[in-house]
């Protein structure tokens, strides 16, 4: 069975520190896709980004980061020099595929607080 | 840009009574899922459907049924409400084929009295 664990339940840092959000998984499949999802107060999930298991290569996006480890089973994500509006609920999720779809399985989210 | 609408971002029922939560997206998607979070529980599969007409129970599917007769919509039902369905629900879909993701309306807080 697919698994995610994200087992920081709440993060608060004060703004411009850097903070790193933890995700592992477990999976049987050779074959996998990992996501991250932000889920700001509005509610609505807006995706981050998509790895596949055959890339393991680290990924910089402005002052995002990920650190896909496949030894480990594990998907991080770092915020450099943290500001307000990164304060959200952070997602990371495993893809297995059923009939066609993909299905997610998510992991119980980490809520990140950052104040001014 | 993809467009996820839920009918409601807030619903109130009593229990025993029929719930309906529409889903619309206007990208053509084959994909669509119902979720539903709870704190500490991240987000479960309730349904989802690969194609039109086409649907699959997930992982928590009991008390719930679903329906999709044309491709941009799915509806999710609660045949009977009772309290432990309070919760968001959350809508998705996504163009078929790996690995796209999947794009999520904003969200329907369900209350049942």
Redesign the interface.
């Known amino acids: 069975a697919q698994k995610?664990t994200?087992a920081q339940?709440e993060i608060s840092v004060v703004e411009k520190e850097d903070v790193t959000l933890d995700c592992v998984y477990e999976t049987r499949d050779t074959t996998y896709?990992l996501?991250w999802?932000k889920q700001p107060p509005?509610?609505?999930?807006?995706?981050l980004i998509?790895r596949?298991s055959f890339d393991e290569q680290n990924e910089i996006s402005g002052r995002y980061s990920w650190n896909f480890q496949k030894s480990t089973s594990s998907f991080n994500f770092t915020i450099t020099a943290s500001q307000v509006v990164d304060s959200a609920v952070y997602?990371c999720?495993l893809?297995g595929?059923?009939?066609?779809?993909?299905?997610?399985v998510?992991?119980?989210?980490t809520r990140l607080t950052i104040n001014p | 840009d993809v467009k996820v609408t839920q009918s409601s971002r807030y619903l109130v029922k009593r229990t025993g009574e029929k719930v309906f939560l529409e889903c619309v997206q206007d990208m053509d998607h084959e994909n669509m899922f119902w979720y539903r979070q709870d704190p500490g529980l991240g987000l479960r599969l309730i349904y989802f459907s690969y194609d039109v007409k086409m649907k699959e129970k997930g992982d928590i599917p009991e008390g719930y049924s679903v329906s999709r007769e044309k491709k941009e919509r799915f509806s999710l039902i609660l045949e009977s409400a009772s309290t432990n369905q309070t919760s968001m629900y959350l809508c998705a879909s996504r163009d078929s084929g790996t690995p796209n993701e999947q794009f999520f309306g904003p969200g329907t807080r369900l209350t049942v009295l």
């Open positions: 995610v994200q339940t896709y996501f999802y509005s509610g609505e999930l807006v995706f998509r596949n997602f999720a893809s595929v059923i009939q066609g779809a993909q299905k997610l998510f992991g119980q989210g």
